[in-house]
Structure formats: structure tokens, C-alpha cells
């Protein structure tokens, strides 16, 4: 592993970083479009449009928080785990772990939707259409993602009792949560195509908007993210104040400005350490070191996350107990085809 580690160190030099992260973050996407695509041929046939039976991708269920919210909520209390989307649940717990120890790497190096969100950014820095909101906007608008995650956790971490999240799991509303996902973005409404169209647009514009105003997920996983041992550290000694780290911050965070950088905006993307051209000006450390490789974070955040799905798989708690004819039976009875 360290030699592993020392490898891509030397290799990834300057923005090299950035392609390496770009093509990480691709084959994440690439492998959920995959999913998806088979997610819908499963779709086609359990509302019987298609006569062919396609197997259902358990990965999938990754794009159900709210159902893996209750599921850990039940998980804690009672020690059984949801085995209605159990994938959802290994998922959910994979990256609460990458982040209570690695800080935001699922934002900067595997998230779907941080890719696109980087897309989006690098062509807007391309057409110069890029601008910074003054603090007086910015700073609001960070607040609101905490709002919504405060408000989902107020309705299911507070409200819910024990009575209520068991009705919920065993819902066939829950049961085709998944497919009513897949609906929602096959037939959106009016309203809802016109905000996925406003973030889509607002984001060549505004770099990384709904991950940096809106996303509950990244709240969470910011907030977790203030008790992971890695930070990056700045020598202010030896910094030229040159700017290039905050330029090139996905997070938009005043690197200059501080000696170690413990916002949970941070997606320890490590692309300001590459991006600085004074040696040992910006590293990656611990409490108990002062530098290490800063291709240690990305390296631990897949290893971990993938861990967690083999250990899932082996141990039978990855695939859903809820069989396809039971999910073609209520997709049939709600008429959600």
C-alpha cells in the first residue's frame, strides 16, 4: 500500500492531480450510469412494459438517503439492519465512516454528482463565465444546506419512533422507493424539471452551487468531517501568497488565510497541495505527523469504501430480501408506470 501510495505521490505532480480526480470521479459515474441503465431495464419489466426480466442492481439503492437515514436510525436502535435496501444502508455507512476519518473525500474523489458539478466549474472557468458571490450572499446561502439536513434529521432522527420507522421500512411506498427515483427523473414535472434546469445552468456560473449551498448529504458528511485526523496544513512562513490553492479549491476556502484548514467545506480534493509551487508550503497531515503523502487520502477513501461492499456482499447484507415479483406487484397496484 505504501509503495502504492509513494507511486501515484511521485507521478501526480500540479495539476495532474486534477485529471486523476477527474478520472476517478468518471469511473464512479460511468459505473452508476451503468447501474442505472440496468436499474431501468429492471424498471421496464416489473411495470411490465418489457416481457424480458432483468436483475435489479443493488447499488442503486446509494441514491436513497432518506431510506438509509431510518434504516441507521433502526440499525442503532434495535441492532437489525434493513434488509428492504440493505445496499442503501452499506453505502450510507461507507461514506459516514470516509468522512468521520477522512474527511469529505467521498465529495472530492467518488460522488457522482460532485463530477458533474466539476464539469459544470471547469466550463465555466473555460468560458470566463465564473464568478464569486460577495460574502454577504455566500455566507447565508452556506447555511442552508445544514437547514435541510437539520430538518430531515429532526423529522426522522427526533420524530420517528420505533412504531413509525418499522411502518416505514415495510411500506411499499419504501419498497419502491427506488422506482418512484427512477420515475421522477424519467417524467419530472414542470416545477422540477425547471429547478434541475436552474441548478444545471446556475452551476457554469457559480462553482459547485448545489453542492456548496444545498446538499444535505454534504453537510453531514462536512460536519463528521471536523473530527478526521487529516488536515491540510499551510507554512505561512514560506507561503508567497500567490493565490493558486484558492484558485483551484473546489470549496472556494481562503487557504491564505489560515494555518490549517478545519472547515467542513473541505472535500480533501488535495488539489491546493499540488496546485502550490512552494515545497512543503501546503501538505497533508495528522496530529501525530506533520506531512504525509497527500495521495493517502483518496487511496484510504476507495480502499474503505469498497470494504465496505465486499464485506457487505460476503456477509449477505447487500442484496434485498424483497423479491422482484413482489416489487412488480406493487409498481402494478400503484400505478406508478
Not at 470521479?25 to 418489457?50: D, E, K, P, R, V
Not at 456548496?212 to 491540510?232: D, E
Not at 474503505?304 to 430480501?321: A, K, R
Amino acid at each position: 500500500m505504501k509503495n502504492i501510495i509513494l507511486l501515484t505521490e511521485g507521478v501526480l505532480k500540479g495539476r495532474r492531480v486534477g485529471i486523476f480526480r477527474g478520472f476517478v470521479q468518471a469511473a464512479f459515474t460511468l459505473f452508476s450510469i451503468y447501474a442505472g441503465y440496468n436499474f431501468y431495464m429492471f424498471y421496464l419489466w416489473a411495470c411490465g412494459i418489457s416481457r424480458v426480466t432483468h436483475a435489479r442492481p443493488p447499488s442503486v439503492e446509494a441514491f436513497l438517503p432518506i431510506s438509509a437515514l431510518v434504516g441507521l436510525k433502526r440499525l442503532i436502535l434495535t441492532g437489525r439492519w434493513d434488509m428492504v435496501h440493505p445496499a442503501g444502508l452499506t453505502v450510507f455507512l461507507a461514506i459516514i465512516a470516509i468522512s468521520f476519518l477522512l474527511r469529505k473525500s467521498f465529495c472530492g474523489w467518488i460522488c457522482p454528482v460532485g463530477f458533474i458539478s466539476n464539469i459544470a466549474e471547469k466550463t465555466g472557468r473555460a468560458f470566463h463565465l465564473l464568478f464569486r458571490l460577495p460574502a454577504w450572499v455566500d455566507i447565508p446561502l452556506l447555511s442552508l444546506k445544514y437547514l435541510l439536513l437539520g430538518f430531515f434529521c429532526y423529522l426522522i432522527l427526533w420524530q420517528m419512533d420505533m412504531k413509525q420507522i418499522e411502518l416505514f421500512l415495510t411500506s411499499p411506498y419504501n419498497m419502491t422507493a427506488d422506482v418512484r427515483m427512477l420515475v421522477f427523473f424519467l417524467r419530472p414535472s414542470t416545477l422540477s424539471l425547471a429547478v434541475m434546469l436552474f441548478l444545471l445552468i446556475i452551476s457554469f456560473f457559480i462553482r459547485n452551487f448545489w453542492c456548496r449551498y444545498l446538499c444535505p448529504y454534504g453537510a453531514l458528511l462536512g460536519i463528521l468531517a471536523m473530527a478526521s485526523p487529516f488536515q491540510v496544513k499551510r507554512d505561512p512562513d514560506i507561503c508567497i501568497t500567490c493565490g493558486k490553492c484558492e484558485d483551484i479549491c473546489p470549496a472556494s476556502i481562503k487557504i491564505t488565510q489560515r494555518s490549517i484548514i478545519r472547515t467542513p467545506e473541505c472535500t480533501g480534493c488535495t488539489e491546493c497541495i499540488s496546485s502550490c509551487p512552494v515545497e512543503q508550503c501546503l501538505s497533508l497531515g495528522t496530529p501525530f505527523k506533520r506531512s504525509v503523502p497527500a495521495m493517502l487520502l483518496p487511496v484510504l477513501a476507495i480502499s474503505l469504501f469498497l470494504l465496505f461492499w465486499l464485506v457487505s456482499l460476503v456477509t449477505g447484507h447487500w442484496h434485498t430480501q424483497i423479491s422482484p415479483e413482489m416489487i412488480k406487484y406493487f409498481c402494478s397496484r400503484m400505478s406508478i408506470n
